[in-house]
């Protein structure tokens, strides 16, 4: 198991950014969640096998049909065991 945090930059909020995604990590058995950032940008954290996350991270690049995709960058970060994949609708911080 590998865990990513996975920031991308663009129009990627207001285009279903976040549900294209949970459908998208829910298919493909991804463990996790997607948020919308202050900054407009998408941050997402993203646990599975490594040769699942690939083809996920190659879609986080092109993202549902309204997204413009500017930038995606990709850390590596400790695994938490997520149960499932959610959007996060609110941050409480703002």
């Known amino acids: ?20 995604t949970k459908a998208v990590a829910d298919q493909m058995g991804i463990k996790g969640f997607v948020k919308n950032e202050k900054d407009g940008s998408v941050h997402i954290e993203a646990e599975a096998e490594p040769f ?3 083809p996920f991270v190659d879609w986080c690049k092109e993202g549902p049909d309204k997204s413009v995709v500017e930038n ?23």
């Open 1 to 20: 198991m590998k865990h990513l945090n996975i920031k991308v930059v663009g129009k990627v909020q207001g285009v279903f950014f976040r549900a294209s």
């Open 52 to 54: 699942i996350l690939e």
């Open 72 to 94: 995606v960058e990709v850390t590596e970060g400790e695994l938490k065991n997520f149960q499932n994949f959610e959007v996060v609708k609110k941050n409480l911080l703002w």
